[in-house]
Nanobody, 115 residues
Framework: QVQLVESGGGSVQAGESLRLSCAASGSIVSIIAMDWYRQAPGKQRELVAT???????AYADSVKGRFTISRDNAKMTVYLQIGSLKPEDTAIYYC?????????WGQGTQVTVSS
């Protein structure tokens, strides 16, 4: 069973940056997409960034220009660089890896942004 482990969250001031990491515990093949979601208190989980197997990235309008998704295939890790953080970015951030026959989620990492 593959596990995804996120790291890199924390408490920061508005305007600062963080890099979130999501490492897979084993080898994964036939990946369709790698995604980052977030869920703020009292809100639904939302997709913030996705990276297809072909390398195309897409972002939610609320994070365009500030967030960058990337991956390291050799390390089986997907990253989310988040810059110019705002208090409204406060949430638990989850990674997800979708494949032809599987759908893996991480346990989440907390990001808290204070003004």
């Amino acid at each position: 069973q593959v596990q995804l482990v996120e790291s890199g969250g924390g408490s920061v001031q508005a305007g600062e940056s963080l890099r979130l990491s999501c490492a897979a515990s084993g080898s994964i093949v036939s990946i369709i997409a790698m995604d980052w979601y977030r869920q703020a208190p009292g809100k639904q989980r939302e997709l913030v960034a996705t990276l297809t197997s072909g390398g195309s990235a897409a972002y939610a309008d609320s994070v365009k220009g500030r967030f960058t998704i990337s991956r390291d295939n050799a390390k089986m890790t997907v990253y989310l660089q988040i810059g110019s953080l705002k208090p409204e970015d406060t949430a638990i951030y989850y990674c997800r890896i979708q494949g032809s026959w599987y759908d893996y989620w991480g346990q989440g990492t907390q990001v808290t942004v204070s003004s």
